[in-house]
């Protein structure tokens, strides 16, 4: 939704099992539409998760309590969030690991990545700069400048938001190209 306002719109179209909220949004903000939530009988107990991008935000005491059951701090590995929603709806999740040992590509093969870009992709992931990161793999892709197998494990990681993950196989790259 765009905004909150659409958001409680629609609600007479559908029966939401969850809300994820952001904090900032446009016109009302997320805490006053997690309270306009909890104030209708049929939302009472429907899980609310709430997302900021503002970490300080999290440590703040606020006396907010029962208005949400999950609070995630950008920027968050998807995994996580998944198992926390699973949770919250009682629901089992199974994960397959893409990066099992039988499949794993070797990124050793990858010579001509040059130190310096894997500097530059290491600090854009360590910000949580997933758009910057996006463009320096597009450039690498595009220059042929990194193996196809190692380049498909970075964009795996960062399309999960994975910044944990794409930091550990940039550690790894940047080891075995020394």
Avoid: N
């Avoid at 995630?72 to 397959?96: G, H, I, N, Q, T």
């Amino acid at each position: 939704m765009p905004d909150a306002e659409t958001a409680l719109e629609v609600l007479g179209d559908c029966a939401p099992d969850l809300f994820v909220l952001d904090i900032d949004m446009p016109g009302m903000g997320g805490w006053q539409l997690a309270q306009r939530l909890r104030d209708r009988p049929e939302y009472r107990a429907t899980p609310i998760v709430m997302v900021t991008g503002h970490a300080l935000e999290a440590r703040m005491p606020v006396d907010r309590e029962g208005l949400y059951d999950a609070f995630v701090v950008k920027p968050y590995s998807l995994r996580d969030v998944l198992v926390r929603l699973a949770d919250l709806m009682k629901v089992e999740l199974v994960f397959e690991d893409p990066f099992s040992a039988e499949r794993a590509p070797d990124t050793r093969r990858s010579p001509r990545t040059a130190p310096e870009t894997l500097a530059r992709l290491k600090s854009l992931a360590g910000i949580g700069h997933a758009a910057g990161a996006r463009r320096e793999l597009d450039t690498l892709e595009a220059s042929s400048a990194l193996d196809p197998d190692a380049l498909a494990r970075l964009r795996d990681r960062l399309d999960e938001f994975d910044m944990t993950g794409l930091l550990r196989l940039l550690k790894e790259m940047t080891r075995d190209a020394a």
